[in-house]
Protein backbone atom coordinates (compact mmCIF):
# COMPACT_ATOMS: atom_id res chain seq x y z
CA UNK A 1 0.00 0.00 0.00
CA UNK A 2 1.69 3.18 -1.12
CA UNK A 3 1.21 6.22 0.80
CA UNK A 4 1.99 10.01 0.39
CA UNK A 5 2.39 11.63 3.63
CA UNK A 6 3.04 15.62 4.05
CA UNK A 7 4.15 17.95 6.89
CA UNK A 8 5.11 21.52 7.46
CA UNK A 9 2.10 23.22 7.32
CA UNK A 10 0.87 25.22 10.11
CA UNK A 11 -0.28 29.06 10.71
CA UNK A 12 2.19 31.97 9.93
CA UNK A 13 2.40 35.72 9.73
CA UNK A 14 2.50 37.27 5.80
CA UNK A 15 5.72 37.55 4.46
CA UNK A 16 6.94 34.48 6.27
CA UNK A 17 8.14 31.47 5.35
CA UNK A 18 7.11 27.50 5.62
CA UNK A 19 8.40 24.27 3.67
CA UNK A 20 6.63 21.38 2.96
CA UNK A 21 7.36 17.88 2.42
CA UNK A 22 5.76 15.37 1.26
CA UNK A 23 7.46 11.36 1.50
CA UNK A 24 5.98 8.29 0.08
CA UNK A 25 6.18 4.87 1.78
CA UNK A 26 5.40 1.54 0.71
CA UNK A 27 6.38 -0.17 -2.71
CA UNK A 28 7.29 2.58 -4.75
CA UNK A 29 7.66 1.98 -8.82
CA UNK A 30 9.78 4.72 -10.80
CA UNK A 31 8.06 8.37 -10.50
CA UNK A 32 8.13 10.82 -13.11
CA UNK A 33 6.00 13.62 -12.31
CA UNK A 34 6.04 15.68 -8.66
CA UNK A 35 3.98 17.99 -7.99
CA UNK A 36 2.02 20.34 -4.86
CA UNK A 37 -1.46 21.43 -5.71
CA UNK A 38 -3.15 23.88 -3.42
CA UNK A 39 -7.12 23.75 -2.74
CA UNK A 40 -8.37 27.02 -0.76
CA UNK A 41 -11.72 27.30 1.01
CA UNK A 42 -14.98 26.70 -1.57
CA UNK A 43 -12.69 26.57 -4.55
CA UNK A 44 -11.40 23.50 -6.76
CA UNK A 45 -8.07 22.01 -6.12
CA UNK A 46 -5.14 23.43 -8.51
CA UNK A 47 -1.74 22.62 -9.46
CA UNK A 48 0.84 25.06 -7.86
CA UNK A 49 4.12 23.68 -8.76
CA UNK A 50 5.84 20.64 -10.55
CA UNK A 51 8.89 19.01 -10.83
CA UNK A 52 10.06 16.20 -13.48
CA UNK A 53 12.22 13.51 -13.16
CA UNK A 54 14.63 15.12 -15.43
CA UNK A 55 14.11 17.99 -12.16
CA UNK A 56 12.61 20.50 -15.14
CA UNK A 57 10.31 23.37 -12.92
CA UNK A 58 7.03 24.57 -13.93
CA UNK A 59 5.03 26.99 -11.36
CA UNK A 60 1.65 28.80 -11.59
CA UNK A 61 2.09 32.64 -11.95
CA UNK A 62 1.32 33.02 -8.78
CA UNK A 63 3.83 31.69 -7.08
CA UNK A 64 6.59 32.40 -9.09
CA UNK A 65 9.57 33.96 -7.83
CA UNK A 66 8.15 32.98 -4.25
CA UNK A 67 8.08 29.27 -4.24
CA UNK A 68 10.83 26.57 -4.94
CA UNK A 69 9.79 22.75 -5.71
CA UNK A 70 12.55 19.96 -5.35
CA UNK A 71 12.88 16.54 -5.05
CA UNK A 72 14.55 13.71 -3.72
CA UNK A 73 14.16 10.27 -5.78
CA UNK A 74 16.06 8.34 -3.58
CA UNK A 75 13.67 9.09 -0.83
CA UNK A 76 10.44 9.62 -3.23
CA UNK A 77 10.12 12.78 -1.43
CA UNK A 78 9.11 16.13 -2.83
CA UNK A 79 9.60 19.72 -1.27
CA UNK A 80 8.28 23.11 -1.37
CA UNK A 81 10.05 25.89 -0.10
CA UNK A 82 7.63 29.24 0.39
CA UNK A 83 8.89 32.43 0.97
CA UNK A 84 7.39 35.64 1.03
CA UNK A 85 3.76 34.12 1.85
CA UNK A 86 0.42 35.94 1.63
CA UNK A 87 -2.58 35.66 2.68
CA UNK A 88 -3.91 34.49 -0.39
CA UNK A 89 -1.51 31.22 -0.87
CA UNK A 90 -4.18 30.16 2.96
CA UNK A 91 -5.16 26.33 1.67
CA UNK A 92 -4.40 22.73 1.81
CA UNK A 93 -1.96 21.82 0.12
CA UNK A 94 -1.27 18.47 -1.56
CA UNK A 95 1.02 16.52 -3.03
CA UNK A 96 0.85 14.38 -6.00
CA UNK A 97 3.35 11.80 -7.61
CA UNK A 98 2.99 9.75 -10.91
CA UNK A 99 4.52 6.78 -11.71
CA UNK A 100 6.71 6.75 -14.93
CA UNK A 101 5.25 3.18 -15.81
CA UNK A 102 1.71 2.77 -16.18
CA UNK A 103 0.94 6.37 -14.69
CA UNK A 104 -0.60 5.24 -11.39
CA UNK A 105 -1.63 7.89 -9.29
CA UNK A 106 -0.85 8.64 -6.04
CA UNK A 107 -2.24 11.77 -3.63
CA UNK A 108 -1.33 13.17 -0.15
CA UNK A 109 -4.18 13.92 2.84
CA UNK A 110 -2.95 17.66 2.46
CA UNK A 111 -1.75 19.90 4.75
CA UNK A 112 -2.89 23.29 5.62
CA UNK A 113 -1.44 26.36 5.57
CA UNK A 114 -2.53 29.22 6.95
CA UNK A 115 -0.82 32.83 6.65
CA UNK A 116 -2.42 35.44 8.23
CA UNK A 117 -2.16 39.49 7.61
Known amino acids: QVQLVESGGGLVQAGGSLRLSCAAS????????MEWYLQAPGKQRELVAS???????NYVDSVKGRFTISRDNAKTAVYLQMNSLKPEDTAVYYC???????????WGKGTLVTVSS
Open 26 to 33: GIILRINI
Open 51 to 57: ISSGGST
Open 96 to 106: HMRTLYGGIDY
